[in-house]
């Protein structure tokens, strides 16, 4: 069973491998409440992971050991694996989906694993790994669905409570929930008074239906930009844990946490991928009663591909109203342009590009189309344009 206890030994344990992360009040990020972030995403490997993997790998006997460590993951839980067996000198494997991030992929090797890629999603790589488990006689480090690990994860909860006891609210991803179960069955058994949350991608809602159903089930499929929390099917013993200490688990979209992405990097200066900012989203988004509450977001991960990062910025700007385009119909015939530049110039927006063409069959042949993609401070700024713009006799299209 997990208990109090093995998780104060897990911090104990862990003193010496991982990096201490203080939390971090997070101004600006809403009116609402008092946000503070505990920032893994600046853990060594960038990701709480390692807790839980060098916590279970310090508890192997000497033969588990002798014969290596086999573990799966979407990069993570890979690279916190490979640290913690490279520093106890065991000879580790990690299975990895073919889709996992390049960044992700070539960390694993880079902190002493051998790494094979599986075709498919997690579920798939952890099928894989199980087979060779049984092939080669390999310790399996599962990801979540494990009580060491899970204790390894809950040391984040004992650090919250001895920063700030007097917190109301905490809130963290999930994906297969080994981190929500440590963090919960810590601040409940210390304060059943503070509210502990999940957040899950509205496209892998795995935990929230089985929660629902009353016991762990598998969704068909799963498809979010938080390749983290991408997990099919969660835990048993996370399930039951979850069930027993969570009030509450909400969903966000990818546009409200690619809007969290951009919010951290541009208020908090900070990094994160998209399962470590979901619980923001979930939060600046409204989806918690946190009213005037002092709430902490774990910030799980900050191991973003750089390669989609810029689609998840672009993504954060149309969300939050900073990009917008439109599509203007003129008349075709001199000073069109110059009146419609001028509207938007006064009103304080930058124009990023324009694309001019006369009308097509079926449109008054005199007319012509502006496309004009703008940079814009908020909706309401949105708003007051397209006003402007149909008040001068415009016609937005």
Not at 30 to 47: A, F, H, M, R, W
Not at 306 to 318: A, E, P, S, W
Request: aromatic letters at 6%; hydrophobic letters at 40%.
């Amino acid at each position: 069973m997990l208990t109090l206890d093995r998780i104060y030994h897990a911090s104990y344990v862990l003193k010496d491998v991982i990096r201490p992360t203080h939390l971090v009040k997070a101004s600006g990020i809403t009116d609402v409440c008092d946000v503070y972030l505990k920032p893994e995403n600046l853990q060594i490997t960038g990701s709480f992971k390692v807790r839980g993997s060098g916590y279970k790998i310090s508890q192997l006997s000497d033969e588990e050991k002798a014969h290596g460590v086999i573990a799966c993951s979407a990069g993570n839980h890979a690279q916190g694996v490979a640290l913690a067996a490279t520093k106890y000198g065991i000879e580790s494997l990690i299975c990895l989906p073919d889709g996992a991030p390049i960044s992700k992929v070539e960390a694993t090797k880079g902190y002493g694993a051998k790494v094979r890629m599986v075709p498919g999603v997690y579920d798939d790589a952890y099928k894989e790994a199980l087979r060779l488990r049984d092939e080669k006689n390999y310790t399996f480090i599962h990801p979540f669905d494990d009580e060491n690990v899970i204790a390894g994860q809950g040391t984040i909860g004992l650090e919250i409570l001895n920063e700030m006891p007097d917190v109301d609210a905490v809130v963290a991803a999930i994906g297969g929930g080994g981190l929500l179960s440590g963090v919960a069955c810590a601040i409940k058994n210390l304060n059943p008074n503070i509210k502990v949350y999940g957040v899950q991608a509205e496209g892998a809602p795995s935990m929230l239906e089985s929660i629902k159903q009353g016991k762990p089930v598998r969704l068909d499929k799963v498809s979010t930009i938080a390749d983290g929390i991408q997990v099919k099917e969660p835990g048993e013993h996370t399930f039951k844990y979850i069930q027993k200490y969570v009030d509450d688990i909400v969903t966000v979209s990818d546009d409200e946490i690619a809007s969290a992405i951009l919010a951290l990097i541009e208020s908090q200066k900070m990094v994160s991928e998209g399962a470590g900012a979901a619980p923001l989203a979930a939060v600046m988004f409204g989806k918690l009663p946190v009213e005037g509450k002092k709430v902490v977001c774990i910030v799980s991960g900050g191991n973003i591909d750089v390669t989609i990062l810029n689609r998840v910025i672009k993504r954060g700007l149309l969300r939050s109203g900073r990009q917008q385009t439109l599509c203007i119909e003129l008349q075709d015939k001199p000073g069109q342009l110059v009146a419609v530049s001028k509207i938007i110039a006064d009103l304080g927006a930058n124009v990023i590009s324009v694309h001019h063409e006369r009308a097509g069959e079926g449109s008054d042949v005199t007319a012509a189309y502006l496309r004009i993609i703008l940079e814009t401070r908020n909706f309401d700024h949105v708003r007051q344009i397209s006003e402007a713009l149909t008040g001068a006799g415009f016609k937005l299209v």
